[in-house]
Structures are given as C-alpha cells and as structure tokens.
C-alpha cells in the first residue's frame, strides 16, 4: 500500500468544491483511510472531517461528538426534521466562524468501516456535524450557507485564508 500523507486543504483549494466519488468497496485501504483522517481531524482539533478536506476525493467521513465515534463511507442524508442555527467553524477555513441555519435533526444511511449499513438518528450538534461534513463530499463549503451580508462581512478573513493557503502551497511546491 502506497504512503499517503494526508494534510487538510484550506480555501480556496479547489479539492473543496469538487463532489466525490462513490466507494465501491471498503477494504483495508479504506480502513485506512478512515484511521488517518480520524488522526487529522483529531490533531486539528475538529469535530469532523471529509475525505476532499484531507485530499481524498471519495465519499469518506469522519465525526467524534462526546464519546462517539463515526467512520462512514458513503453517508447521505435521508430525512430532514427541525431547524437550528449554530456558530460552525472549519478546518478547511482556519479562525473562521459563521452563524449558519441547519436541520436540528437529520437520518444518515451510510457503511460502516466493516462495509455494514448503518442508519444513524442525530440530533443538536452531532445532526449539524453530519450535515456540514457530507455537504463538504458534495463539494459544498459552509460560507455557501450563510447570508450574502454574512459572507460580505467575512470577507478579510476568507482573503486571509486565500493568501495563507497560495503562500503555504507555493512552499510545498518549492520543497518538492
């Protein structure tokens, strides 16, 4: 098995917007996967992270709420109930936060890191992780979900974020 090493992509990398692929089938390379992220997400300090945030363009997810841990391929969701608005933030967008609107409580069908179907009922917090993270494997970033005045109101951060990430790639690009 080739070394990957995994790091998070940040705005306005174009991995971010891209829908990713459907996992055929879950092996050990996935496993993987799904174990490395869970390291990425948890030394960013995240409560979630999609596969196109670390560079993988398949439809990977990991979440850690409290004491629960979900690794899931393929995830959608399947029912919507309630509204919610919550300060979220982003490991793909560094320091920045934004009130954004979401259901209180979602239905995810996913596969489990076995290749088991699993259902999930997630309320609160846990129900906007899911959504924000399979949104981000459709190749939708949070800031499409707030407010034009909202999002005009970010605008210094997200042009920090910019310029941070072109500097940062361009050393990588230098490295190599």
């Not at 993987?32 to 995240?46: A, H, T, W």
């Not at 670390?54 to 899931?72: S, Y």
Request: one cysteine or more; proline letters at 2%; glycine letters at 8%.
């Amino acid at each position: 098995m080739n070394k990957i090493k995994l790091r998070i992509h940040t705005w306005p990398e174009k991995i971010l917007r891209k829908a990713c692929r459907h996992v055929e089938d879950v092996d050990d390379r996935i496993r993987k996967l799904l174990y490395d992220m869970l390291v990425l997400m948890r030394v960013g300090d995240g409560a979630g992270l999609a596969a196109n945030q670390a560079g993988i363009d398949l439809k990977l997810i990991v979440v850690e709420v409290g004491n629960q841990i979900f690794k899931l391929v393929n995830p959608q969701i399947v029912k919507r109930e309630g509204t919610l608005s919550f300060q979220e933030g982003c490991l793909s967008f560094p320091g920045l936060e934004l009130e954004v609107s979401r259901s209180n409580k979602v239905w995810v069908e996913a596969l489990n890191e076995r290749g088991e179907s699993v259902n999930i009922e997630a309320e609160g917090i846990l129900a906007v992780v899911f959504q924000h993270e399979i949104d981000h494997i459709d190749g939708t970033v949070f800031i499409d979900k707030v407010s034009v005045w909202q999002r005009l109101a970010a605008f210094g951060q997200l042009h920090e974020i910019k310029r941070r990430t072109k500097s940062g790639l361009s050393k990588q690009t230098k490295k190599q």
